[in-house]
């Protein structure tokens, strides 16, 4: 008996319907299928970003893509949970953007189209569009530290994009998105713990999606983040944007063993972080 092709599928569209907040258009999101060996798990990166092996049978899966909810007329986006809570002070201005955000997203991502089933192009865009998006919730929605995961989802994707595409400049617009989720999360520290802004609005910290290492792996994010892509031309401001990382990472050490949130896997990549900044720190500089 021939095997049916759903079988061979990697995505579905959702039962489920979503209402544009700002222009009405009512949609499908187009969801991964689970199980049948689609994902099959690799390392853990640095940065907390699970790598998926591609399968004989399905291929190559990200499951960032499909991530964002994106309307395919307006290109508003978001995360899921978000999607009809724009704020109402940012609302006509969240709507009078359309034109500009479809035309700056096309700059980057010229063939994106999300009204048909996302390629790795769609979802570097949808990240993007996720992350300019979050300029229209208030703070009680936490947007600083969501625009902060949503950028550094955006360069995991653009990475592959430059694998597969390579001499295109998706290698420096992924340094370019690093860059500004180094600012981003480390804002958000700083707007939490001076309670500009609280981190109440999000339950999960990601940074990727097959788990969520809470507000501690936002600590190491912020401190790893710093290391790699804070001042580094400028010596004292390199040493003191690396004191800062020192003092962030070195938190998570005072909060306990291994758990499920904190498994020793990312205890130790934390554990080596800090080794790394301490080193820098305390090793004579060439004259």
Request: proline share 5%; with cysteine.
């Amino acid at each position: 008996m021939a095997s049916d092709d759903s079988d061979l599928k990697v995505t579905f569209q959702s039962k489920k319907e979503f209402k544009c907040p700002l222009c009405d258009t009512i949609f499908r999101k187009e969801e991964l299928r689970s199980g049948g060996g689609r994902l099959i798990a690799g390392k853990l990166t640095e940065e907390l970003h699970r790598l998926y092996e591609p399968s004989l049978k399905y291929g190559e899966i990200f499951p960032l893509v499909f991530q964002p909810i994106v309307c395919p007329e307006c290109w508003y986006a978001s995360m899921e949970s978000d999607f009809p809570l724009v704020s109402p002070e940012f609302l006509q201005q969240a709507k009078s953007d359309k034109e500009k955000r479809i035309k700056e997203a096309k700059l980057i991502f010229p063939d994106a189209d999300f009204k048909q089933s996302r390629t790795l192009l769609e979802g570097a865009a949808s990240q993007y569009l996720t992350l300019r998006c979050y300029d229209f919730f208030n703070k009680k929605n936490s947007p600083t530290i969501k625009q902060g995961i949503t950028s550094m989802r955006c360069a995991w994707l653009l990475d592959e994009l430059d694998k597969k595409y390579p001499d295109q400049h998706y290698d420096w617009l992924s340094t370019l998105f690093r860059k500004k989720a180094q600012y981003l999360y480390n804002e958000a520290l700083d707007r939490e713990q001076s309670g500009k802004e609280t981190l109440s609005g999000i339950k999960v910290l990601g940074p990727d999606t097959d788990k969520n290492y809470s507000y501690e792996g936002m600590l190491y994010m912020c401190a790893y983040l710093r290391y790699k892509y804070g001042p580094a031309h400028n010596e004292e401001e390199r040493k003191t944007s690396l004191e800062e990382a020192r003092r962030t990472i070195a938190k998570l050490f005072g909060m306990g063993k291994s758990s499920k949130d904190k498994p020793g896997a990312f205890l130790e990549l934390a554990r080596k972080l800090y080794d790394t900044i301490n080193l820098e720190l305390t090793e004579p500089q060439p004259a």
